[in-house]
C-alpha cells in the first residue's frame, strides 16, 4: 500500500509509522516541519521524508506526484495546542484550513482516498451546556452523533473557536469534494489520544502551555502546583494512542466500510473531569516514583483569563457515541484511564526525571 502521510512527524503519526513500517507492504511518503519524534525511522527504506511545509508551491507539486501514485492520502497537520488557538490564531486556521486545501483539491482532482483527521471540537459546546441545570441529566442533549449533533461555536472574539471552525470548514470542504467529484474520504475525529510522545515539557523540550496532560506531569516533575483552570470542572474522555492506532489501521484495511464516512475515534469509558484527571495523576505518580507523598501534592484553581489569556472558552463535555466504529470496524476501545495514565507518565517520569537527577548529581 502507498500511502502520503502530512503531519507524519506529530504524535499521532510517530505512532502510526511505529505500527505500520514493520508491517511490510507499505511505502510510505511523509511530509512534517519536525522529525525528532520519528528519528528511530529515518533510515527505514519504506520511509521516504520530505521536511517542508505542506503548504510551500515545491511541496504541492512533489505531494501531487505522490498522491497520484497512492492508494490514500493520510491528513494530520494541524497546530492542535489549545493554547495557541487564541494567541496565534491565524497560524492556526492556516495548518487547519487555508495549508490543506489544496491537499484536498489535490485528492479530488485525482479521486483519491482522503483520511482527514478532524477534531471533536467541531461540536463546539454541547446543548447541555446551554441550559440551566438539568440539561446534563438526558444523554441526548450532551451525547455526539457524528452524523446528528450540531455544530455550536461560541462568538467570534472567543478566539478558542478558531481551531474548531477551520477543522469544520475543511471537513465541509472534504464532503462538498465527496458529493460534486466523487472523492472518497473518511474524516477522523479523533478525542484525547493519550500516550508516550503526546506533548512537549516546558523548559525540557518545548516552551509555552501545553495540553492538560503535560501540564499537570511538568507540575509534578518541577514540584509546583497542579492547576484546574475554572474549577476542572471540563470533562474528557480518553483513549489510548495504541487503541486509536488500531482504529485507523482498521480503516485501511477495511475501506468499504471506512470510505465516506466520519467516525470517532474515542473511549466513552473514560470519562473524567479534569479535576479527577489531576487527583488519579497524582496518585498514579505516587506508584511510578514509589514516592507517597505525591498523593498530596498541590492542586490549585486559576481562571481561564489567567492562564490563557483573552478569547478562551472551553469545550464542557465530549461524550462520544462511538457505535459506528463499533459497527463498520469491529473497533472498542478496552483500555482504561488508569493504564493509559501509567504508561504515559513512566514515559514521561523515564525520560525527564531520571535525566533531571543525573543532571543535579
Ligand atoms: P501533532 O501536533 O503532534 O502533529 C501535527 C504535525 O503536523 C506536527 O508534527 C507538525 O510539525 C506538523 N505540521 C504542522 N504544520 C505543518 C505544515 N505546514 N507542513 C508540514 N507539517 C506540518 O498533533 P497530533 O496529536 O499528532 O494530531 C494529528 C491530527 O489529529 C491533527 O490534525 C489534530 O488536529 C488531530 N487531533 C488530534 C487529537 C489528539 O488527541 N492528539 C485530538 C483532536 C484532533
Ligand atoms: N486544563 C487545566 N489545567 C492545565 C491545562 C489544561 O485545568 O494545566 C484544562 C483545560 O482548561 C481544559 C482541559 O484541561 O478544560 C483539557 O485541556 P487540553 O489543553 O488538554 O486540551 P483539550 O482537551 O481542550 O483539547
Known amino acids: 500500500m502507498r500511502i502520503?502521510?502530512?503531519?507524519?512527524?506529530?504524535?499521532?503519526?510517530?505512532?502510526l509509522l511505529d505500527r505500520l513500517l514493520p508491517l511490510g507492504g507499505v511505502e510510505i511518503h511523509g511530509w512534517d516541519l519536525d522529525f525528532s519524534k520519528i528519528e528511530k525511522h529515518?533510515?527505514?527504506?519504506?520511509?521516504?521524508?520530505?521536511?517542508?511545509?505542506?503548504?510551500?508551491?515545491?511541496?504541492?507539486?512533489?505531494?501531487?506526484?505522490?498522491?497520484?501514485?497512492?492508494d490514500v492520502v493520510l491528513n494530520l497537520v494541524a497546530i492542535c495546542n489549545p493554547a495557541d488557538y487564541n494567541t496565534r490564531p491565524l497560524e492556526v486556521?492556516?495548518?487547519?484550513?487555508?495549508?490543506?486545501?489544496?491537499?484536498?483539491?489535490?485528492?479530488?482532482?485525482?479521486?483519491?482516498?482522503?483520511?482527514s483527521f478532524s477534531t471533536s471540537e467541531v461540536y463546539g459546546r454541547t446543548v447541555a451546556s446551554y441550559l440551566p441545570q438539568a440539561g446534563y441529566q438526558d444523554l441526548s442533549l450532551y451525547e455526539l452523533n457524528e452524523d446528528e449533533t450540531p455544530l455550536i461555536?461560541?462568538?467570534?472574539?472567543?478566539?478558542?473557536?478558531?481551531?474548531?471552525?477551520?477543522?469544520?470548514?475543511t471537513e465541509r470542504l472534504i464532503y462538498a469534494h465527496h458529493k460534486e467529484n466523487g472523492m472518497p474520504f473518511t474524516i477522523v475525529r479523533p478525542l484525547n489520544f493519550f500516550g508516550p510522545r503526546m506533548d512537549y515539557i516546558p523548559g525540557r523540550d518545548g516552551d509555552g502551555v501545553p495540553r492538560v496532560l503535560a501540564c499537570f506531569m511538568t507540575a509534578l516533575l518541577d514540584n509546583k502546583p497542579m492547576q484546574l483552570v475554572d474549577g476542572?470542572?471540563?470533562?474528557?474522555?480518553?483513549?489510548?494512542?495504541?487503541?486509536?492506532?488500531?482504529?485507523?489501521?482498521?480503516?485501511?484495511?477495511?475501506?468499504?466500510?471506512?470510505?465516506?464516512q466520519i467516525f470517532h475515534i474515542g473511549n466513552p469509558y473514560n470519562e473524567v473531569t479534569v479535576a479527577e484527571l489531576a487527583e488519579l495523576m497524582?496518585?498514579?505518580?505516587?506508584?511510578?516514583?514509589?514516592?507517597?507523598?505525591?498523593?498530596?501534592?498541590?492542586?490549585?484553581?486559576?481562571?481561564?483569563?489567567?492562564?490563557?489569556?483573552?478569547?478562551?472558552e472551553d469545550?464542557?463535555?465530549r461524550m462520544p457515541n462511538i457505535s459506528k466504529a463499533k459497527h463498520l470496524l469491529g473497533w472498542d476501545p478496552k483500555i482504561s484511564l488508569p493504564d493509559v495514565l501509567f504508561e504515559t507518565m513512566s514515559y514521561y517520569h523515564e525520560k525527564y526525571a531520571k535525566s533531571l537527577s543525573k543532571a543535579s548529581c
Open 153 to 169: 461555536m461560541g462568538p467570534v472574539h472567543n478566539q478558542r473557536w478558531t481551531y474548531a471552525c477551520a477543522k469544520q470548514m
Open 4 to 15: 502520503v502521510m502530512l503531519g507524519c512527524g506529530g504524535f499521532i503519526g510517530s505512532h
Open 93 to 115: 486556521i492556516d495548518a487547519s484550513l487555508f495549508d490543506i486545501y489544496p491537499i484536498v483539491e489535490l485528492c479530488a482532482k485525482h479521486k483519491k482516498w482522503l483520511i
Open 282 to 312: 497524582r496518585q498514579t505518580y505516587a506508584k511510578i516514583t514509589g514516592d507517597s507523598s505525591f498523593k498530596d501534592h498541590p492542586i490549585i484553581s486559576t481562571s481561564a483569563q489567567e492562564f490563557y489569556g483573552e478569547g478562551y
Open 232 to 260: 476542572g470542572q471540563a470533562r474528557r474522555t480518553i483513549v489510548s494512542i495504541h487503541e486509536a492506532v488500531d482504529a485507523i489501521c482498521l480503516m485501511l484495511e477495511k475501506p468499504e466500510k471506512s470510505q465516506n
Open 315 to 317: 469545550c464542557d463535555r
Open 42 to 70: 529515518l533510515a527505514n527504506p519504506s520511509l521516504n521524508l520530505r521536511q517542508d511545509s505542506v503548504s510551500s508551491s515545491y511541496a504541492l507539486q512533489e505531494i501531487e506526484k505522490e498522491v497520484e501514485q497512492a
